[in-house]
């Protein structure tokens, strides 16, 4: 089996494992896992990505955030590029949430080329949740919020990849209207 697909198993698996306890935000209380599978199909499948360290860097993406992970951690098992790029999309929990998202759109620009198509991935993702499975009780206003803010982070990363950008600007567009229709 190639290194390229057994690294990616073991970061779904590993993923799989952290995220085990938790659930997406939606009402059906979705797996937690299926967020990160979603951002590897997404950069695979629609914005051709082949780099494996950078779809293992998106499986591992919340770990940091949202378990127990550390990066010294993703380090050993993964090696320092993987961990790197997880580090660079892991916001400073310690922060309230409205400076972690200033601080999102004020970084995106100067991400690497592999954390920037991690993030693309990711707003794409939450984008198209908000629209078929959306956070229970967010009102219109507050998915509205999430758009915009998405907009302006995505816009600090545009050049980096067109079938990703595309995707992500149709899933805004769609996404708004189905919004405002509601
Ligand atoms: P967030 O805005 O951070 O919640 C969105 C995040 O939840 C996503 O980025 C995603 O993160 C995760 N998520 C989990 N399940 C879903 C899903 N089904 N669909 C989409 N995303 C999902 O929430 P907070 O609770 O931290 O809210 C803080 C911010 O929200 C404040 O800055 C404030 O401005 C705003 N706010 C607005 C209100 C309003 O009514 N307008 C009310 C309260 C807060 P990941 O990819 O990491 O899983
Ligand atoms: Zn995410």
Request: hydrophobic fraction near 40%.
């Amino acid at each position: 089996m190639s290194t390229d697909l057994i690294l990616i198993l073991n970061a779904a698996t590993f993923a799989a494992d952290k995220h085990r306890q938790q659930r997406r935000k939606d009402v059906d209380a979705s797996p937690y896992i299926n967020h990160p599978l979603d951002l590897a199909d997404i950069l695979a499948r629609e914005g051709g990505v082949e780099d494996a360290k950078v779809i293992a860097a998106a499986l591992l993406h919340d770990t940091v955030e949202d378990t127990e992970t550390t990066i010294e951690e993703l380090e050993d098992r993964f090696g320092k590029r993987v961990a790197a790029i997880v580090a660079e999309v892991t916001d400073d929990q310690s922060l309230p949430s409205a400076e972690r998202k200033r601080i999102q759109v004020m970084k995106a620009s100067s991400n690497s080329p592999g954390a920037k198509l991690v993030k693309l991935s990711d707003k794409i993702s939450n984008v198209r949740d908000l629209v078929t499975a959306p956070p229970a009780g967010w009102s219109m206003e507050r998915k509205i919020e999430y758009f915009f803010w998405a907009k302006e982070v995505v816009e600090g990363i545009r050049g980096t990849n067109k079938q990703l950008e595309a995707a992500f600007d149709e899933a805004y567009s769609e996404g708004m209207i189905a919004t405002c229709a509601r």
